[in-house]
């Protein structure tokens, strides 16, 4: 069916791995909260960008031209690509906790 890979990405990218990234974040203090921000920002434009993009070029419902239709899935799935990356450097930014 046509709907699955959309269906799949939403859940990947627009629950589970807001989900990890909540829960890391609930365990770990961030040295610098603006990338946090940042990366939230990236994460959710991303993950709507990527799976309407994905909508949009599998059904073009409103007779879109393809080349828009193709240049929103990409910056959409960019975007999230770099909300990934900013992720694993956020990974590294952690503050040490004392015992």
């Known amino acids: 069916m046509w709907i699955k890979p ?3 990405h939403i859940l990947l990218v627009g ?3 807001v989900f990890a990234w909540g829960i890391f974040y609930k365990v ?3 040295k610098y909260k603006k990338l946090v921000a940042i990366h939230s920002i990236f994460g ?3 993950a ?3 799976t309407v993009g ?4 599998n059904l073009n419902p409103f007779q879109l031209n393809e080349s828009f239709v193709t240049v929103f899935f990409i910056v959409g799935g960019t975007l ?3 909300a990934f990356l900013l992720f ?3 990974t590294f930014m952690v503050e040490r906790r004392t015992a």
């Open 6 to 8: 959309i269906h799949a």
């Open 15 to 17: 629950w589970l791995s």
């Open 28 to 30: 770990y203090t961030i």
């Open 44 to 46: 959710m434009a991303g």
């Open 48 to 50: 709507l960008g990527l």
């Open 54 to 57: 994905m909508w949009m070029y």
């Open 80 to 82: 999230l690509l770099l």
């Open 88 to 90: 694993v450097v956020i």
